[in-house]
């Protein structure tokens, strides 16, 4: 569901928030901080974190806008495929276990055809049709598990990549720039 572009640079850019943020929290003294035997004044190093993390921050969100629509295009209201690749236009498609229900419901009315014009056949026409029932039944059921997984989906795109990473991203750039 979230690509490896987006697990990877979403690592980077919390992983280097957290270390400003932590920073600012424990107070940790940055103006004896040298590169290669050079001196790095600490407002210098502020604004070159804050320009850092800023690249970080874009190259992330284009991450993860581009998982946002592969999410918005594949589970748009239960529906599979269609589209183009912003997600307009097209037919979308049944997903696989709604074909399955209405196939079975296609067979149900064959089946109630058959009873009527063969009683030979009532008893094994009645039996399949109770599995055909009962196998409706079981494809609803995982059709809803289904639409729970859904949520779980907009919990992890929306907060756990999205609110999470942004709120790191704004109130670290927020201490390098006012903190």
Request: glycine share 12%.
């Amino acid at each position: 569901m979230i690509s490896r572009g987006t697990i990877g640079s979403g690592r980077i850019l919390n992983s280097v928030c957290l270390a400003v943020l932590l920073t600012w929290i424990f107070e940790i003294d940055t103006s004896g901080l040298s590169v290669l035997g050079v001196d790095l004044p600490p407002a210098e190093l502020m604004s070159a974190y804050a320009v850092a993390m800023s690249f970080m921050f874009v190259g992330y969100a284009i991450n993860w806008f581009g998982d946002v629509i592969a999410f918005k295009k594949w589970n748009k209201g239960g529906l599979v495929g269609g589209g183009n690749l912003i997600g307009k236009g097209g037919s979308p498609l049944r997903t696989e276990i709604e074909d399955l229900i209405v196939k079975i419901e296609e067979n149900q009315e064959s089946f109630k055809t058959l009873i009527k014009t063969d009683e030979a056949q009532n008893k094994k026409t009645a039996a399949v049709l109770q599995r055909m029932d009962a196998l409706t039944k079981d494809l609803e059921g995982i059709k809803r598990g289904v639409s729970g997984l859904s949520v779980y989906g907009h919990f992890v795109l929306f907060v756990w990549y999205c609110a999470v990473p942004a709120g790191l991203f704004g109130f670290a750039l927020w201490i390098l720039l006012y903190g």
